[in-house]
């Protein structure tokens, strides 16, 4: 039985987490779900958004650790990298968000904890309510953050706060978390939040967002001279992109009539 449940409907995923009863913890069997239901959305060339959540009470309390070292051998073989991703299946079931070339957004309630956490973190936008919980809960039990938690706490955050969280396991609500730069924004209800924004986003030039995605991802540790480079290439394309005229004819079409009503 799978608990990772994905539909797609008029151009937007949803991707839930669906083992409610433990508050969505994370087995190997869930991560190889999150792996395998992003390369099926990254092959969706009708795709426009990806909206990420939990059912029941919570986002996903992290990795069920009871459930996961009664595999030792499966452990083993998920901590191996692919040389060809540079990931292993931990790394890569919150990685692979960042390979989908639309914008994904994680919609969070309750805990958001360790690989949890990760997981919201490799999104482009994280929607939270303010009493969420937010945890880089991993030194608690004695280990890092090793689900690519590093390098999205890294493009978030300063080191030393960065430092902080993973030193102490300190928990954060949703607030909180928003004023470190963890949350984008916040929503009582986060999940009609998260598709209220993939709607905005759906009618945007699918080249543009998957441009953006790529330009802002891959170049936001990089030197100047790399992202004018990046910026250059990914401009020159879009620019006689059949997508680009679309959105190019309808944003003029809109822009006429505004003008001609300041006009009178």
Same mark, same amino acid.
């Given at each position: !039985?799978s608990?990772?449940t994905?539909?797609?409907?008029?151009?937007i995923?949803? +991707?839930?987490l669906d083992? &409610?009863?433990?508050? =969505?913890?994370?087995?190997?069997?869930i991560?190889?779900?999150?792996?395998?239901?992003?390369? !099926?959305?990254?092959k969706?060339?009708?795709?426009?958004?990806?909206?990420v959540s939990?059912?029941g009470?919570?986002?996903?309390?992290g990795?069920?650790?009871?459930?996961v !070292?009664?595999?030792?051998?499966?452990v083993?073989?998920?901590?191996? *990298?692919? *040389?060809?991703?540079?990931?292993?299946?931990?790394?890569?079931?919150?990685?692979a968000?960042?390979?989908? &070339?639309?914008?994904?957004?994680?919609a969070?309630?309750?805990h958001?904890?360790?690989?949890g956490?990760?997981?919201?973190?490799a999104?482009? /936008?994280?929607?939270?309510?303010p009493e969420?919980?937010w945890?880089?809960?991993e030194?608690?039990? @004695?280990?890092?953050?090793?689900?690519? @938690?590093?390098?999205s706490?890294?493009?978030?955050?300063?080191?030393?706060?960065?430092?902080?969280?993973? !030193?102490?396991?300190e928990v954060?609500?949703g607030?909180?978390?928003?004023?470190? @730069?963890? +949350?984008?924004?916040?929503a009582?209800d986060?999940?009609?939040?998260a /598709?209220?924004?993939?709607?905005?986003?759906?009618?945007?030039s699918p080249d543009q967002?998957?441009a953006?995605?790529?330009?802002f =991802?891959?170049?936001?540790t990089?030197?100047?001279r790399?992202t004018?480079a990046?910026?250059r290439?990914?401009?020159? +394309?879009?620019? /006689?992109?059949?997508n680009?005229? +679309?959105?190019?004819?309808?944003?003029?079409?809109?822009?006429? &009539?505004? /003008?001609?009503?300041?006009?009178r």
């Open positions: !039985m608990h990772v994905c539909s797609v409907v008029d151009g995923a949803h +991707v839930r083992r &409610p009863d433990k508050l =969505n913890a994370l087995t190997l069997q991560l190889d779900d999150l792996v395998s239901t992003a390369q !099926m959305l990254r969706d060339r009708t795709l426009r958004a990806v909206v939990g059912e009470d919570a986002f996903c309390a990795l069920d650790f009871a459930h !070292m009664k595999q030792p051998v499966k083993v073989t998920h901590f191996v *990298p692919r *040389p060809w991703r540079g990931t292993n299946t931990f790394q890569e079931a919150c990685w968000w960042r390979r989908v &070339p639309v914008p994904v957004i994680a969070v309630h309750g958001c904890l360790g690989g956490l990760q997981i919201a973190l999104a482009d /936008f994280r929607i939270a309510t969420s919980q945890s880089v809960l030194g608690k039990w @004695g280990i890092i953050p090793d689900m690519s @938690g590093i390098r706490l890294a493009e978030l955050v300063g080191i030393d706060t960065a430092k902080r969280l993973t !030193m102490t396991a954060l609500t607030k909180e978390a928003l004023d470190l @730069g963890l +949350v984008t924004e916040l009582a986060p999940v009609s939040a /598709f209220e924004l993939a709607e905005r986003l759906r009618l945007r967002l998957a953006t995605k790529r330009l =991802n891959d170049t936001w990089a030197s100047p790399r004018f990046r910026e290439a990914e401009q020159l +394309v879009l620019l /006689f992109a059949h680009t005229k +679309v959105a190019r004819e309808a944003a003029f079409a809109k822009a006429v &009539p505004d /003008f001609a009503r300041r006009g």
